[in-house]
């Protein structure tokens, strides 16, 4: 890989960057939304550095090519003065090499073929941009005991109201079922997120994701929905309906919290689709 194609992977790698930080919302499927000013940087920062390193070469190739051009003309003038005083031509010192056009290139010949797997990212955003995480990274995870949720919000600090719908995070309402005090119960509460199946007939999972910096860290948050069939796998929905406090614990292992629904509606992704 030359350097014109290395500053071309660059610019489309700032570019892709850009697309999907400055001009799009896609690069919440990857990151928090906090990281968006960083991911813009980011591809600033590649496209202002590509169109650099373009401009060196042009530049550099362009003295080269004069410098080519000089050693002709004085190699035509030494032959044309040799021949008239009937001498050897005296060879002319060869034109510099730059260090860029042609250093240690046989040595590199892997590094640079192992480069250009820069671009099959390149193709992927670009072409077919990954969703947010879904049923299938639920399903990854499995089988395996529920992890509890982290405790980021003060249970006790939450104010539910009687007569109206709650709107409540997944993490939310998690920390409020562990709550000794019952705050839930009673209450209408009402959840987003995406269908999973449970794999068993009392009900199915509704699920959010919750991500620490980016999707690779991320933590699965489930409420075990009942009184509703399922919508389709990975379906984004509203689930209105109330907590169903647990009346034993058969084992100190933790499971996800339950509710009976009364509505679920169909909805769009939303922009930023972990918590």
């Given at each position: 890989m030359n350097?014109?194609?290395?500053?071309?992977?660059?610019l489309?790698?700032?570019?892709?960057?850009?697309?999907?930080s400055?001009f799009?919302?896609?690069?919440a499927n990857?990151?928090?939304?906090?990281?968006r000013?960083?991911v813009?940087a980011?591809?600033?920062?590649?496209?202002?550095?590509?169109?650099a390193?373009l401009?060196?070469?042009r530049?550099?190739?362009?003295?080269?090519?004069?410098e080519?051009?000089?050693?002709?003309?004085?190699?035509?003038?030494?032959?044309?003065?040799a021949?008239?005083?009937?001498?050897d031509?005296?060879v002319?010192?060869?034109?510099?090499?730059?260090?860029?056009?042609?250093?240690?290139?046989?040595e590199?010949?892997?590094?640079?073929?192992?480069?250009?797997?820069?671009?099959?990212?390149?193709?992927?955003?670009?072409?077919v941009?990954?969703p947010?995480?879904g049923?299938?990274?639920v399903?990854?995870a499995e089988p395996?005991?529920?992890?509890?949720?982290p405790?980021?919000?003060?249970?006790?600090?939450?104010?539910?109201?009687?007569?109206?719908?709650?709107?409540?995070?997944m993490?939310e309402f998690?920390?409020?079922?562990l709550?000794?005090?019952?705050?839930?119960?009673?209450?209408?509460?009402?959840?987003?997120?995406?269908?999973?199946?449970?794999?068993?007939?009392?009900?199915?999972?509704?699920?959010?994701?919750?991500?620490?910096c980016?999707?690779?860290?991320a933590l699965?948050?489930q409420?075990?929905?009942?009184?509703?069939?399922a919508?389709?796998?990975d379906?984004?929905?509203?689930?209105?309906?109330?907590?169903?406090p647990?009346?034993?614990?058969d084992?100190?292992?933790?499971?996800?919290?339950?509710?009976t629904?009364?509505?679920?509606?169909?909805?769009?992704?939303?922009?930023?689709?972990?918590?």
């Amino acid at each position: 890989m030359n350097r014109v194609a290395q500053n071309l992977l660059l610019l489309l790698l700032g570019g892709a960057l850009l697309r999907i930080s400055a001009f799009s919302a896609d690069f919440a499927n990857y990151v928090k939304p906090g990281f968006r000013p960083l991911v813009v940087a980011a591809g600033v920062v590649l496209v202002v550095l590509a169109v650099a390193g373009l401009a060196l070469d042009r530049r550099r190739s362009r003295s080269a090519a004069r410098e080519r051009e000089a050693h002709r003309v004085r190699a035509a003038e030494e032959a044309h003065l040799a021949a008239l005083v009937g001498r050897d031509p005296v060879v002319p010192m060869p034109v510099p090499v730059y260090e860029h056009e042609h250093e240690h290139e046989h040595e590199h010949v892997a590094g640079h073929r192992v480069a250009w797997l820069l671009a099959a990212p390149l193709a992927v955003i670009f072409l077919v941009a990954p969703p947010a995480l879904g049923s299938y990274a639920v399903r990854r995870a499995e089988p395996g005991p529920h992890p509890p949720p982290p405790t980021l919000v003060e249970a006790r600090s939450i104010v539910l109201k009687d007569g109206r719908v709650n709107t409540l995070s997944m993490i939310e309402f998690a920390n409020l079922a562990l709550d000794s005090s019952g705050s839930l119960r009673g209450r209408t509460v009402r959840l987003t997120g995406f269908v999973v199946p449970s794999g068993r007939d009392s009900g199915w999972y509704l699920t959010r994701m919750r991500i620490g910096c980016c999707a690779a860290d991320a933590l699965t948050m489930q409420i075990l929905v009942k009184g509703v069939p399922a919508p389709a796998t990975d379906t984004w929905v509203r689930v209105t309906g109330t907590w169903i406090p647990r009346r034993s614990r058969d084992t100190d292992a933790y499971a996800p919290p339950e509710m009976t629904a009364s509505r679920v509606e169909r909805t769009d992704v939303p922009d930023e689709p972990y918590e």
